[in-house]
């Protein structure tokens, strides 16, 4: 922590739709830094976007401040995003629980209005005057178990959607269908014993043809994801895989959120 008299550069996140709250689809946002002296009082502010230019700006702007500590509220929500590239470029960086920020804007202002300035300021003056706020650190494996859990689910279910849809047209060409567990391999030598004549069976043929391929494809990326959370897994010591009915997964989602 670097020593007073420091600088304090608050970032408060603003998403697209004008809140301080994620919601899906707001990917563009904004950032409102306030800059303020160990007396409190302000030397600088300004509002960046947080694309790859605006968040070159908004870090050239702090660093015109030495001794600079950078707060930055809710970085394990909305703030992350940029608390996280501020630490990767080697700043130091406090997270500001919400509940504080909030409790001094009414202190501030008589009133919990919310307006990004002094959301920035309030922010800027509880890393100052609070002891003991978490200093935000590089994300570390548990973040990565989370990702590859995340991709790996995301594969899951694409190919339930896939096997699904190849079980319709399936049942439509073959009397009596596919069994329910259905591999590409199998699949394909069901669809082989079946040679349409009309228009409509040889579409249908074609499709289930095509969503084959597809699942060939989902099963090779399935079988490098469980690879991958393996090697992760094993790299953090943990035995779960070897307790029966945990495979690679499961460990990494227990690890991932513990």
Known sequence: MPSSPTTT???RNRSQDGSGHHRRGSH????????????????????FGTDRDGYKAMLAA????????????????????????????????????????ARARVFA????????????????????????????????ITVALRLLVDRRDQLGRTRTEVVSRLHH??????PGGAKKV????????????????DV?????????SELIHELAVIDKKIKVANAELTELVDTTGSRLQELTGIGPSGAARLLGHR
Do not use: F, M, Y
């Not at 047209?169 to 073959?174: A, D, G, H, S, T």
């Not at 394909?188 to 079946?194: E, S």
């Not at 409509?200 to 289930?208: D, E, I």
């Open 200 to 208: 409509v069976g040889r579409t249908r043929r074609w499709l289930a």
């Open 109 to 140: 202002t008589g009133q919990g209005r919310k307006t990004d300035p002094v959301d920035a300021r309030s922010v800027a003056v509880v890393a100052l005057r609070t002891t003991g706020l978490r200093q935000v650190v590089v994300d570390d």
């Open 62 to 101: 702090g660093r015109k401040h030495t001794d600079r500590v950078w707060a930055v509220e809710g970085c394990s929500g909305i703030g992350r995003h940029v608390a996280q590239r501020l630490v990767a470029d080697g700043e130091t960086v406090l997270d500001v629980p919400a509940k504080l920020s």
């Open 169 to 174: 047209l399936l049942l439509e060409l073959v």
């Open 28 to 47: 563009k946002r904004s950032a409102t830094i306030e800059i303020i002296n160990d007396r409190e009082q302000a030397v600088g502010q300004g509002r």
């Open 9 to 11: 550069v608050a970032a």
């Open 182 to 197: 259905l591999s590409a391999t199998q699949a394909r030598a069901l669809l082989n014993t079946v040679r349409p004549r």
